[in-house]
């Protein structure tokens, strides 16, 4: 591990901002490696101090990193992170784990830990997880989200949909969800990243309005019964005007068997499948 810090720590390249993902990677084995008593018992005092000086010197460079980024989105600006990432998408990901740019985007985020307990789960409700950063990126080219668009997130959660997909393109976003926990926080972060066009409503999505959206996206946020009541509404809509629909996840193999839609790729559970209405 010495020979390691040591060769890490004259790689002056690791504090540049375009090597975060390879800082988070370190910072994983380093993790591992200290985080517990009984692994700094392992090592000598001296390189546990190197270590966590090394750790405070990647830490500070993906604050300085954090904070630019949000300077831009402030402004009005894609970051040209995100544009980077969006442009080396070549091929549409794949797997359900999460990767570096959960870290990226929870830096930028910042979210405030909500005050209260999330409400209990309907018996058709699906206990709540954030889409992976890598397939909200793919999801804008995915669905050919522009600034004209509104999207409407059905289960939007803490709204990383909602918040990404007005940051990269300014297209109107639309977070609805039940806990109002959840829609704190997420109104918040869009305050404090001055994004007008991403709001967020405490709703049942058997009853919001869908009237004003163009793409709407699912990440699996219920099930039976309420996933049949905003599908016979969705249809409403996809009958009156072009929309799209974006789906990841579990429901996305019970959307496929929606005979009023017709999707773009192969369908599967763990990539984003765009679905448009049969002519």
Known sequence: ??????????????????????????????????????????????????????????????????????????????????????????????????????????????????????????PDSVFYQPTPARHIFHLITAAAITSTDTLIDLGSGLGHVPLLVSICNGATSIGIELDPTWVASARKCADSLNLRNATFRVEDARETDLSSGTVFYLYTPFGGSILAIVFDALREQGARRPIRICTFGPCTGVVSKQPWLQPLTPPTTDRITVFLPRP
């Open 1 to 122: 591990m010495e020979a390691k810090l040591t060769e890490w720590g004259l790689d002056g390249s690791l504090l540049d901002p375009t090597h975060f993902a390879r800082r988070m990677q370190i910072l994983d084995q380093l993790e591992i490696l200290f985080a517990s008593g009984r692994g700094q018992a392992s090592y000598s005092p001296d390189l546990v101090n190197t270590a966590r000086d090394f750790i405070a010197k990647l830490e500070s460079a993906n604050t300085l990193l954090f904070e630019s980024i949000r300077c831009q989105i402030q402004t009005g600006i894609c970051p040209a992170e995100f544009v980077a990432i969006m442009r080396d998408l070549v091929t549409p990901p794949l797997g359900l784990a999460y990767d570096y740019l959960d870290d990226l985007l929870a830096g930028v985020f910042q979210f405030e830990p909500p005050t209260e307990e999330p409400r209990p789960l309907d």
